[in-house]
């Protein structure tokens, strides 16, 4: 993970919906360099968002809703994707 990398996802970290995640990559560093450095896509390493927390959203926008939050990471992350 870059530098840059780091720093984008410390700031997304400030967010609720993201509050787990530099922990959740820290605790599991071979999971997540596996889905930075691996060449075909992969879906995002499981465990770090709390899928409860998008319980306060209408079942119509919930799927929507945790989709956004996932883009975010994979944009860091991923740029290639």
């Known amino acids: 993970m870059s530098i840059d990398q780091r720093n984008q996802l410390d700031e997304l ?20 360099s596996s889905y930075i450095t691996v060449d075909e896509y992969v879906d995002l390493p499981e465990g770090w968002l709390d ?15 945790e989709l956004l ?8 992350l991923r740029p290639d994707y």
């Open 13 to 32: 970290s400030r967010y609720p919906k993201y509050n787990n995640l530099v922990r959740h990559i820290e605790s599991n560093e071979s999971e997540w």
């Open 51 to 65: 899928d409860s927390s998008f319980n306060v959203y209408e079942d119509s926008i919930k799927s929507s809703a």
């Open 69 to 76: 939050v996932k883009m975010c990471v994979v944009k860091i």
